[in-house]
């Protein structure tokens, strides 16, 4: 059984941009729940009110300040959680958005969502989930990627990076062949 914790590493650059998606998607989240509370709109609903041009009730805005919280937290615990938390929250997202386009209109629509909210969920389900892939899902990872080095560590053993040549770091060479000993 392959443990995800045990392939990722602890700590390296890409922390920042994983911090900062949490902290721009939960600025965003943020501001849309406070408005809502503010505007002192019914807590239940089907209709909902305008909030920043999307449609809202009360529990709408109350669970946009749960998330934006829990984005706050993983901001503040950054790394790997950040990255898993921007992947995980931008997949509940989408399906949000999903969801609420197919409760549209009916009685079973208790987060008030409009076309508006369906559009936002997804554009910000895929600015979250781009956050908390960048750098960890690509075909071709440098050497010197954290996630790479987690990966194959056989070859993060035998590669030392400062001493590969600028064309070995540019290639698109998959493996390097393990140094020999004379």
Avoid: C
């Amino acid at each position: 059984m392959v443990r995800l914790h045990e392939h990722l590493p602890a700590d390296h650059r890409l922390g920042q941009v994983y911090r900062w998606g949490s902290i721009l998607s939960a600025v965003v989240l943020l501001v849309f729940g406070v408005m809502g509370l503010l505007d002192s709109i019914p807590f239940f609903g089907t209709q909902g009110q305008h909030v920043m041009g999307m449609s809202s009730n009360g529990l709408l805005s109350v669970v946009s300040i749960v998330v934006a919280v829990f984005l706050l937290v993983a901001a503040r615990i950054g790394g790997n959680f950040a990255s898993t938390a921007n992947m995980v929250m931008g997949g509940v997202f989408i399906v949000a958005g999903l969801l609420g386009l197919a409760v549209m209109d009916t009685t079973a629509n208790f987060l008030a969502f409009g076309l508006s909210n369906v559009f936002f969920s997804f554009v910000v389900g895929l600015v979250m989930m781009t956050f908390g892939m960048y750098g960890r899902v690509n075909l071709y990872l440098p050497y010197d990627n954290p996630y790479y080095q987690a990966r194959h560590p056989e070859v993060a053993e035998v590669v030392d990076v400062a001493e590969l040549s600028s064309a070995a770091r540019r290639s698109k060479l998959r493996t390097i062949p393990p140094k020999t000993t004379a």
